[in-house]
């Protein structure tokens, strides 16, 4: 294992405990960063589930791209499958992906120099979405791209159409990411810090790793490779039915 990833001792069962890892977790996130500037190494994770994601016991699967900026190739890929064991509780989502997440993490041969999750990271409800969580347990540079927001609101008369186009998102006052038009005249993506890197040099890497297509790479290659990595898993368990029955 390359990527360092610092766990706890038990993930939480109930919400109580989840809230409490949070309350305890993010003072140690750095939103200031400034992060890698020009980074070679960039890694995407995502997560795929069977059903609607919803239910306890939910099989789910998770990816890690890991791509190289200046050819925008795969250099490495990993998965892991598993089943939630959270509930699923709006604000404690990572909750139901995190394990996961690490054991595939854990896979890489390889260590990225900056983690983009798809998800959120300071905007979040109490300032510590997945991207944070993620962050703070590998020490890596970490940033949330999120096809949709969770909070706050920006206005849309400051967000252009054209490509690197962007506003500032806000929730109770606070800018808490950034509405980043990726390409002209499609819908933006939202953009959040999580550790170890500041607002501007997450947006910048997300639209570089964007040259062509509404997500960057890494969210397209990781979404790609969760939901085969959750078929052939769910193939396996089907065979099984079968052969059991």
Do not use: N
């Amino acid at each position: 294992m390359t990527v360092h990833i610092d766990v706890p001792s038990a993930w939480p069962a109930d919400e109580a405990a989840a809230l409490a890892l949070q309350d305890r977790l993010r003072p140690l996130a750095d939103h200031r960063g400034p992060g890698p500037a020009h980074p070679r190494l960039v890694a995407g994770l995502d997560v795929a589930y069977a059903g609607d994601g919803r239910a306890t016991g939910d099989l789910v699967a998770a990816a890690v791209v890991v791509i190289d900026t200046a050819t925008l190739e795969v250099v490495e890929r990993a998965t892991a499958t598993a089943t939630s064991t959270f509930p699923y509780i709006p604000g404690l989502f990572a909750y139901r992906e995190l394990p996961v997440l690490v054991e595939a993490l854990r896979a890489l041969r390889t260590t990225p120099e900056l983690l983009l999750c798809d998800g959120h990271g300071l905007a979040h409800p109490r300032r510590f979405g997945l991207a944070c969580h993620l962050g703070v347990l590998t020490g890596l540079p970490t940033a949330g791209v999120a096809k949709t927001p969770f909070v706050g609101t920006f206005d849309p008369a400051a967000l252009g159409g054209s490509r690197g186009s962007s506003a500032d998102l806000v929730d109770a006052g606070e800018t808490v990411g950034r509405v980043l038009r990726t390409q002209d005249g499609v819908k933006p993506v939202y953009v959040s810090t999580g550790h170890l890197v500041d607002l501007p040099t997450a947006c910048a890497q997300v639209l570089a790793l964007a040259p062509a297509y509404r997500l960057p790479e890494t969210t397209r290659q990781a979404d790609r490779l969760s939901r085969d990595a959750l078929a052939a898993a769910a193939g396996r368990v089907t065979a099984a039915d079968t052969v059991e029955g």
